[in-house]
């Protein structure tokens, strides 16, 4: 059953979430936490920001800063104000240290650092269609979704399918994620979709994830941290691994090792299954018996 957004729905919910976003080149010393620990001031060349802070923003401030984790969440939660007090210390510590700022509306979304480099979710959205039109509609759309966090596609090809064994069906298909605010690379995970009930339920078993990084060379003008156009070498990466997916030849080989294995025996005893099992799942004697 498909869940989610249709493609050209999601297509537009992240075209509109375009004119939102606005990403800053930042040095330590121009970000500052407010005295109540939830907004940042940030001094541009042209303005000063007031922001918002997501709690995606918060756990990277805090990595960028060395504050531990539990430290910086149990500020949060009993004293807000030293949050201010350590997070602004230590910022001009780092002095010159350059960041980018990724923002949306009046929320500070990511603190990364000068070797981020952006692939939005409208570029691979853009690179993806492009791909799917081959199909002419033979695909599948089983689910989509985007947060705050990410976007994900998960999608099935119709025409590459066959029997492991009577009734036993599976169908070749893919799963892509993509985070703008450093949740991840750009991922393509090829996937089998495995029929294991009458009413069409289906099992996905994932292959090996085709990874496509963010990051890149810090040795760059502050100009070009920003800029989209980097982004088209990395696009055509994640194309090259969609089609990887998506490969007949490399399904057949996958189908062919999962008929083999339905023919060849166990050949350990039945005590030897018992022990790997208690291993494994970590049984206790009563769930063994």
């Given at each position: 059953?498909?869940?989610?957004?249709?493609?050209?729905?999601m297509?537009?919910?992240?075209e509109?979430?375009?004119?939102?976003?606005?990403?800053?080149?930042?040095?330590?010393?121009?970000?500052?936490?407010t005295?109540?620990?939830?907004?940042?001031?940030?001094?541009?060349?042209?303005?000063?920001?007031?922001?918002?802070?997501?709690?995606?923003?918060?756990?990277?401030?805090?990595?960028?800063?060395?504050?531990?984790?539990?430290?910086?969440?149990?500020?949060?939660?009993?004293?807000?104000?030293?949050?201010?007090?350590?997070?602004?210390?230590?910022?001009?510590?780092q002095?010159?240290?350059?960041?980018?700022?990724?923002?949306?509306?009046?929320?500070?979304?990511?603190?990364?650092?000068?070797?981020?480099?952006?692939?939005?979710?409208?570029?691979?959205?853009?690179?993806?269609?492009?791909?799917?039109?081959?199909?002419?509609?033979?695909?599948?759309?089983?689910s989509t979704?985007?947060?705050?966090?990410?976007?994900?596609?998960?999608?099935?090809?119709?025409?590459?399918?066959?029997?492991?064994?009577?009734?036993?069906?599976?169908?070749?298909?893919?799963?892509?994620?993509?985070?703008?605010?450093g949740?991840?690379g750009?991922?393509?995970?090829?996937?089998?979709?495995?029929?294991?009930?009458?009413?069409?339920?289906?099992?996905?078993?994932?292959g090996?994830?085709?990874?496509?990084r963010?990051?890149?060379?810090k040795?760059?003008?502050?100009?070009?941290?920003?800029?989209?156009?980097?982004?088209?070498?990395?696009?055509?990466?994640?194309?090259?691994?969609?089609?990887?997916?998506?490969?007949?030849?490399?399904?057949?080989?996958?189908?062919?090792?999962?008929?083999?294995?339905?023919?060849?025996?166990?050949?350990?005893?039945?005590?030897?299954?018992?022990?790997?099992?208690k291993?494994?799942?970590?049984?206790?004697?009563?769930?063994?018996?």
């Amino acid at each position: 059953m498909k869940t989610g957004l249709s493609l050209t729905e999601m297509a537009a919910k992240v075209e509109a979430q375009i004119a939102s976003k606005h990403d800053y080149v930042v040095n330590s010393s121009a970000v500052e936490m407010t005295d109540a620990g939830d907004e940042l001031r940030v001094y541009t060349n042209d303005e000063v920001l007031q922001l918002g802070i997501t709690e995606t923003m918060h756990r990277q401030l805090a990595q960028a800063t060395g504050i531990h984790g539990q430290y910086y969440k149990k500020m949060q939660e009993s004293a807000p104000h030293l949050i201010a007090v350590n997070v602004n210390h230590w910022l001009r510590q780092q002095g010159d240290r350059t960041h980018v700022l990724r923002t949306m509306g009046n929320q500070a979304r990511a603190f990364l650092g000068g070797g981020y480099e952006i692939i939005d979710h409208d570029q691979v959205l853009m690179a993806l269609m492009t791909e799917l039109e081959k199909f002419n509609g033979d695909l599948e759309i089983l689910s989509t979704e985007v947060t705050d966090s990410k976007l994900y596609i998960k999608l099935a090809f119709p025409q590459i399918e066959g029997e492991v064994r009577k009734g036993d069906i599976i169908r070749s298909g893919a799963t892509i994620y993509n985070s703008e605010i450093g949740e991840g690379g750009l991922n393509v995970y090829p996937a089998n979709f495995r029929l294991i009930c009458t009413n069409g339920m289906t099992r996905m078993e994932q292959g090996e994830r085709l990874t496509v990084r963010h990051s890149g060379s810090k040795i760059r003008d502050i100009g070009e941290i920003l800029s989209r156009e980097r982004a088209n070498a990395k696009l055509e990466h994640f194309v090259e691994n969609f089609t990887v997916a998506h490969d007949e030849a490399a399904f057949q080989r996958t189908l062919a090792q999962m008929r083999n294995s339905t023919e060849r025996p166990i050949e350990v005893s039945a005590e030897e299954l018992l022990n790997r099992a208690k291993k494994h799942f970590g049984l206790t004697l009563a769930e063994q018996k």
